[in-house]
């Protein structure tokens, strides 16, 4: 498990996609890309995990290109509510993983949503 | 169904005290993480529990910091005796240790530690 790279702060406005991205040059075969999310004085919550392509759910997208050295965590339409740190984590974390599944944070990237 | 419990949500103790940190995973959840921030700096890991067992406390930062998981169930985080550099804020989470979705870690909302 390795720390990735991520901006450490961006903003925003209300109703704009956000798109945050994140690089990791020493992705393992076994690794997944996880992203979390943390409002102020709470723990982290799971966003969305993937492996390859593309991966959607009702919160977020997840694009990761074929030789998965970098992903994009895509925020449609964000309000005020979306204001957090977003984690963006990569290891042998996934469905089959091995290795205990121990995560391993980064510093995170700090999104402000502004009216 | 509740989610990962934390108590207390605050501790204030002084330098060489003692302070216990309790957590309940969610039930059923074979695996439990701790983890904590110190000001500044990112979460970092601690240890994990597979049931009673420890999987791995390669995290854990010297012998003043006690984890223990009776029965599998709840989990306490002991410091004793507290220095100022364990100040910070100490998470727990819990997954469900089947072959999951996506293994996702559900987080409590953390214990707030001041050592003084």
């Known amino acids: 498990l390795a720390k990735t790279t991520q901006p450490i702060s961006m903003d925003s406005y209300e109703g704009q996609e956000v798109n945050i991205t994140c690089s990791h040059n020493?992705?393992?075969?076994?690794?997944?890309i996880t992203w979390y999310q943390q409002f102020p004085s709470q723990g982290p919550r799971f966003i969305i995990q993937?492996?390859?392509t593309k991966v959607t759910n009702e919160v977020a997208s997840l694009f990761i290109p074929a030789d998965r050295k970098s992903r994009t965590l895509s925020l449609p339409r964000v309000s005020l509510s979306d204001t957090a740190v977003y984690y963006c984590?990569?290891?042998?974390?996934?469905?089959?993983?091995?290795?205990?599944?121990?995560?391993?944070f980064g510093q995170g990237t700090e999104l402000s949503v502004k009216p | 169904e509740a989610g990962v419990t934390q108590f207390p949500s605050h501790s204030v103790i002084e330098k060489g005290q003692t302070v216990t940190l309790r957590c309940d995973p969610i039930?059923?959840?074979?695996?439990l993480y701790w983890y904590r921030r110190v000001m500044g700096k990112e979460i970092k890991f601690l240890l994990h529990?597979?049931?009673?067992?420890?999987?791995?406390e390669s995290g854990m930062p010297n012998n003043r910091f006690l984890a223990e998981r009776t029965g599998g169930t709840y989990s306490t985080l002991k410091v004793q005796p507290a220095e100022l550099e364990d100040s910070g804020v100490y998470f727990c989470?819990?997954?469900?240790?089947?072959?999951?979705?996506?293994?996702?870690?559900?987080f409590g909302p953390g214990t707030r530690l001041t050592v003084l």
């Open positions: 989470a819990s997954s469900t240790g089947s072959r999951s979705s996506y293994n996702e870690q559900f």
């Open positions: 020493n992705i393992a075969t076994n690794d997944y």
């Open positions: 993937g492996y390859k």
């Open positions: 984590l990569v290891g042998d974390i996934g469905p089959f993983y091995n290795q205990g599944g121990k995560l391993i």
């Open positions: 039930s059923g959840h074979d695996n």
């Open positions: 529990f597979v049931k009673e067992s420890k999987q791995d």
